[in-house]
């Protein structure tokens, strides 16, 4: 889980994506009125609410799921989570806080050399693929962690992945494999 | 013939084979083993001209079933299963795109395997067929390493590129087959080809190779799109030939942007090559290698970075001393101000002035809406002052008019974060209390209670985010405005739907529910078969369960056919009932005349259902009656009758009389009916 075991690598958090159930039927249209921060999409359904202490912008479903997006780690966002649920208590709903879990974590790191992405394919096969018409990156998936990493020649490694610990490791993982290819 | 094997039942093996026949016949026991065999001999059929020829017909590979009509064959994939028709759909779509593509056969015949294999793995479930087809083309295209462009068959298909490749990279994945990278020198010669470089044509695509090695080598290649590579090359090369080829013509051949081009060819200019002559670049090959483009702009990012750190320090330190004279004359300007008495006292501290505003602002707020109206009030003579005040300082102007303005608005989070509101103030002491409680007694559990946990929550900031009346109003205005097509919409819908309505035309569309399945009932006698029925049925209160058994008891007495019929009627809609309605009610008209029998019989039913509220013997009597006709009439009833039968169900169950009248109505006892009248029906 330590990334900067022998490496002193800098990984970014730079987006946490979180879900959790209010378990009462939400009143969307209520939610807009009295909202000070909410953008109400009528046509899908939802309410786009916006926190600014953790910067998070929640979509308020009126089943009573709502996502959280923007923050910048799990305890953030879980802190985030919290205070929508309060402040839609305050609206007057009678709020149960459930079901909370992270669903995705992206995360920037960013390698001291460059990569030959040719090369690095040709080694990786089944678990690389580049397409250089489509996209200017290599896709390598960890399918044991559940993670994708988008991989650029000029070093830097996009990860996403179901939590922290998966980035982490991910990183760890291809640390090797890039080395290989470098420049 | 012994075949060789043992019978399953008696265990002799004694098996006779008959060719004849085609089966296979244990001498034991008599069970029969096979059936039909397949037997592979040829057999000659003799001509008209004298000639024999062998008698048998192609079957292609690909197709299973039966063959075709002699005489039809109007559509060739009629009477084919799913899975041929798929395959041959697939083939004909892949030559079709193959020959605008000018791919020779075995490319095509390989790309038809892959399509294969991708109908075996359903990957052409929920996909378009077109898109899939693609995706085995370019497949192809790749491990033969032709200068097809994923570009080109989006062109002639009118599909996003994107979208190909996305069905392109699940292919190769699913089928596990690696597609090798593209080289863009494989592009050259077709390119060339197409800028009719006439017959300098190969020197000139000679020189664009050597250009293209060259950008590889000076890592311009990767992360970048081949063709925008194989397009500044071929510029370049053009010009080195003294060929005048614009930038407009080689992006037409090309398909990428003028910008991407520029960015190119001004990246190979940082180069040095960039600096040899002509001649001096077909000789010689320098050694060293460049970094590539995109790192050195990001190098040039970090350096720009830098320099405004360092610039950002110096800034800083000059502001602390500005700062510093700041607070001076404030003191000063502070000590010669008049002191403000009553409510307004609290409120001329120096820094913390917007925090304690806020604080009480935010208290008003969240306990009373009146309040609010006289604190807006209050703040209002307050701003004016602070006004003037402002007006003597020379530089906190800045500083304090921002703090003011941020009152107006939601105040700022740092300075709320100072003196917070009391738990008592804000009238939620208790829900506070228990909120805080739970959390002590399962700390970290929130999915057992699913009580809020508040640590750490500033309540007083959410409040902020809670609108007052006008406010809200505004903001609905607002909506509305902005989605007014969207409501308008909405409205002409209801309103279609209410005018359908009253016209009595509206049709609910529902989604459409599939039909209950219902396993087929297995009985071996027809009994049992009726008894199962009516265990899956909903079953009315109405029938005379009795009657029903002995009928069917009383069929079994009756010729095999009949009986054979019942068994398969019963598993047809509510045939327990139909059979006795049906037998009852139609048992004459089906021996009397053919054709006409269905509309006469309509208005036979139509008669007896009239004649309902007549009064009809009992039903005693009837019972041994209806027995009769129902065993022997029962195959056909239901078949014909079963949509009028319907309706009249229920009122005919009531009363086995009137099926009797009826029966006495249509005139005697014609028991001997004709089997033959089944096959009208």
Redesign the interface.
């Known amino acids: 889980m330590d990334a900067d075991s022998d490496v002193a690598l800098d990984i970014l958090i730079t987006n946490v994506v979180c879900v959790f159930r209010t378990r009462c039927h939400l009143n969307l249209r209520k939610i807009a009125l009295e909202g000070a921060n909410v953008i109400y999409k009528r046509d899908v359904g939802k309410v786009l609410m916006k926190l600014r202490k953790p910067r998070i912008t929640a979509t308020i479903w009126s089943s009573g799921r709502v996502m959280c997006t923007g923050a910048t780690s799990e305890e953030e966002a879980k802190f985030g989570a919290r205070r929508l649920a309060r402040s839609l208590q305050k609206l007057g709903f009678q709020v149960i806080f459930t079901d909370f879990k992270v669903v995705n974590v992206l995360a920037v790191c960013n390698m001291p050399f460059e990569i030959r992405l040719p090369e690095f394919t040709k080694n990786n096969r089944p678990h690389a693929s580049y397409e250089p018409e489509l996209h200017p990156a290599v896709c390598y998936r960890i399918k044991t962690l559940r993670a994708t990493l988008q991989i650029f020649s000029t070093g830097s490694i996009t990860v996403t992945g179901p939590n922290v610990k998966a980035v982490a490791s991910a990183v760890e993982q291809i640390y090797p494999f890039v080395f290989e290819s470098r420049k | 013939m012994p075949g060789g094997r043992v019978c399953a039942a008696c265990g002799c093996s004694e098996i006779e084979v008959d060719a004849a026949r085609g089966d296979a016949v244990c001498t034991g026991c008599g069970s029969v083993l096979e059936d039909n065999i397949i037997v592979s001999e040829v057999q000659f059929v003799e001509n008209s001209g004298g000639g024999s020829s062998a008698v048998g017909q192609f079957v292609s590979l690909d197709g299973a079933g039966k063959t075709p009509t002699l005489g039809g064959g109007f559509h060739a994939n009629l009477g084919k299963e799913s899975r041929a028709q798929t395959l041959q759909n697939g083939k004909r779509q892949i030559h079709h795109l193959g020959n605008q593509l000018q791919l020779n056969q075995h490319c095509l015949d390989t790309a038809f395997n892959f399509f294969k294999m991708a109908v075996s793995k359903h990957l052409t479930r929920g996909r378009k067929m077109t898109h899939v087809i693609a995706a085995c083309l370019y497949l192809v295209c790749r491990t033969e390493g032709t200068p097809h462009?994923?570009?080109d068959l989006s062109d002639l298909l009118q599909v996003n590129?994107?979208v190909l490749?996305k069905t392109?990279?699940l292919l190769?994945?699913e089928l596990?087959i690696?597609a090798p990278?593209?080289d863009p020198c494989l592009y050259i010669p077709r390119f060339a080809h197409m800028l009719e470089f006439g017959d300098k044509n190969h020197e000139v695509s000679m020189t664009a190779l050597r250009l293209l090695q060259r950008m590889k080598r000076d890592?311009m290649h990767?992360?970048?799109?081949?063709?925008g590579l194989c397009g500044a090359a071929l510029l370049v090369a053009a010009r080195m030939h003294d060929f005048r080829r614009t930038v407009k013509e080689v992006i037409r051949v090309v398909k990428v942007c003028e910008s991407t081009l520029r960015k190119r060819l001004t990246e190979f200019e940082d180069t040095p090559t960039s600096q040899l002559t002509i001649d001096e670049f077909m000789k010689i090959d320098l050694e060293e290698e460049c970094?590539?483009p995109?790192?050195t702009a990001?190098q040039k990012k970090l350096k720009i970075q830098q320099l405004e750190k360092a610039l950002s320090k110096k800034l800083e330190d000059f502001e602390g001393e500005i700062s510093s004279y700041q607070d001076e004359i404030e003191i000063e300007l502070e000590n010669s101000r008049p002191k403000a008495k009553g409510v307004f006292a609290n409120f001329t501290k120096d820094d913390p002035i917007d925090d304690s505003t806020s604080s009480i602002l935010g208290e008003e707020e969240a306990e009373d809406e009146e309040l609010e109206a006289a604190a807006n009030h209050l703040n209002k003579d307050f701003y004016n002052e602070l006004h003037e005040k402002d007006r003597a300082k020379t530089d906190e102007d800045g500083k304090c008019k921002n703090g003011n303005e941020a009152l107006v608005r939601?105040p700022a989070?740092e300075s709320l974060l100072g003196p917070l509101p009391t738990a008592a103030s804000l009238g939620i002491t208790e829900s506070i209390k228990e909120c805080i409680s739970t959390k002590d007694r399962e700390p970290g559990e929130?999915?057992g209670d699913?009580?809020?946990?508040?640590s750490?929550?500033?309540?007083s900031?959410?409040?902020?985010?809670?609108?007052n009346e006008t406010?809200?109003q505004i903001?609905?205005e607002l909506?509305m405005k902005e989605?007014a097509d969207?409501l308008k919409e909405q409205k002409e819908k209801e309103a279609r739907i209410a005018k359908e309505k009253e016209l009595g035309i509206y049709k609910e569309h529902k989604p459409k529910k599939s039909a209950k399945k219902r396993e087929p009932i297995q009985a071996s006698t027809a009994g049992e078969a009726i008894e199962k029925m009516l265990e899956q049925k909903k079953i009315s209160s109405k029938i005379n369960y009795n009657v029903l058994r002995d009928l069917n008891s009383k069929g079994s007495n009756t010729p095999k056919k009949e009986d054979d019929s019942t068994d398969d009627s019963t598993n047809t809609k509510k045939l327990s009932r139909r059979k006795s309605i049906a037998s009852r009610n139609i048992a004459n008209p089906v021996n009397s005349v053919g054709k006409r029998l269905r509309p006469l019989i309509s208005t036979q039913l139509a008669k007896k259902a009239a004649t309902e509220e007549a009064i009809f013997p009992s039903t005693q009597a009837e019972a041994p009656d209806l027995q009769k006709p129902a065993a022997v009439l029962v195959e056909s009833g239901p078949v014909a009758y079963n949509p009028d039968e319907e309706v009249e169900e229920e009122e005919i169950e009531d009363d086995d009389d009137h099926c009797m009248s009826a029966l006495q109505l249509m005139g005697g006892n014609d028991y001997g009916c004709d089997m033959d009248d089944d096959d009208g029906y």
């Open positions: 462009m994923l570009l590129v994107y490749g392109f990279l190769a994945r596990c690696n990278a593209i890592w990767t992360g970048r799109r081949p063709s970094d590539p995109s790192f990001g939601p989070l929130n999915t699913g009580e809020l946990d508040l750490g929550i500033d309540d900031e959410i409040d902020r985010y809670i609108l406010e809200a903001k609905a909506w989605n969207y």
